[in-house]
């Protein structure tokens, strides 16, 4: 359908995140407990004593039996080495007993606040929800600046195989331009990169951006959540979830009326623009609606995700100039779950033929990513997704609202210039 392309640009990545990601035990090939314990065994006995045997990528609903290993089966794999596996969207973990007491964890402490630990007629099972895997992942020890460098180096070496020569970083931490400068000044570093900072570190950063700021390396805006996401039914809606979380039933706002405003002001001021994470319909409005009431100066406003577009606010990005930064790749895992979660409205997700054709125009303000490493950077996925609108192995009747599909050569021109 497709050949291989050079000159891409991945405008949604977490570099650090990816570099780390690879440096971690992969189980996404794994399709069941004995396969999983295995890895997780051979990978236990070259890790030192004492250091974290960290594992990714587990899809435990794709497996003939979905249930997670238990804790107990874990310690039989690592001994006393503290071990955690990542879920493949990292809403949830399997955690050894090593690693649960690393955490603070104890047979029978309380679920901490937006967390869940799951337990059996033995305890905790190991197996852990949101904020209980984040209190996990928060006692494994940060990467040193040595470990830190060789992730980005690895994350950048990935993404030029795939063909991509510019990347956007979404979450940029403070010391990534520092250490991105640091790579360029050696002559290696193969790619632009542009970074997006957090709104609350970001006049910090911007103060430091000219010394870290290079030919290829450029602070790009601030970026901004407003809601949460469609998987957790936590994105903000205009119409209820389907099968909403009790009390929430259109998703959640993360920020109060006005807020969003004053950002749009503050970073215009600075003379940057806003990369805002919005992926329900009720958040892209807001932020439209926050840019509309502003009406910065500064170019390059934009929406990252923008997953369901209500159609009366397609036409909204162009009059604005507002860049829709989407990841189409995500629906090849998702649709089921946006058909669950969504009923009807899911025909508004991604309505990217409405928006070409209501003059968003492909590489300009209609940009392709992938949130790597929350999927794979792949671009013949988001190709494939936005063509056909469904995976490979579906039928053509299963496909999302197939009447969004753009053409081959559209979807190509997202990645490029
Ligand atoms: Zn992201």
Known sequence: MSHKQ???REAHAHLPQLGRSMSMLDLSACSSHSEMIDLIHTRAEQTPLGQWILCSSVRVEAWDEPSWPTRQQLDAATGDKPCCAWSFDYHAMVVNTPGLEAAGFNEVSPDPPRGRIMRDEHGPTG????SAALQVWAAVPEPDPAQRRTHILAALAHLGKLGYTQVHDLKSPAWLGPMLAEICDEGLLELSVE?????NEFKEVQEQARGFERDQIRLGGAKVFVDGTLNSRTAWM????VDPIAGLACGQAMLEPGELENMVEMVDGLGYPLAAHAIGDGAVRAVLDAIQAKQPGTRGFRIEHAEVIAEQDVARFVELGVIASVQPCHLLTDIEVV?????ERASRVLPMREMIDAGLTPGELLLFGSDVPIVGADPEDSIQAAVQRRRVDMGEAEAL????SISVDEAWACFGE
């Open 195 to 199: 970074l997006f900072v957090l709104i």
């Open 401 to 404: 609202a197939p009447d969004q």
């Open 339 to 343: 058909k669950r979660a969504l009923g």
């Open 238 to 241: 205009l119409e209820p979830f």
């Open 127 to 130: 197996l852990l929800l949101e």
């Open 6 to 8: 050079t000159n891409l």
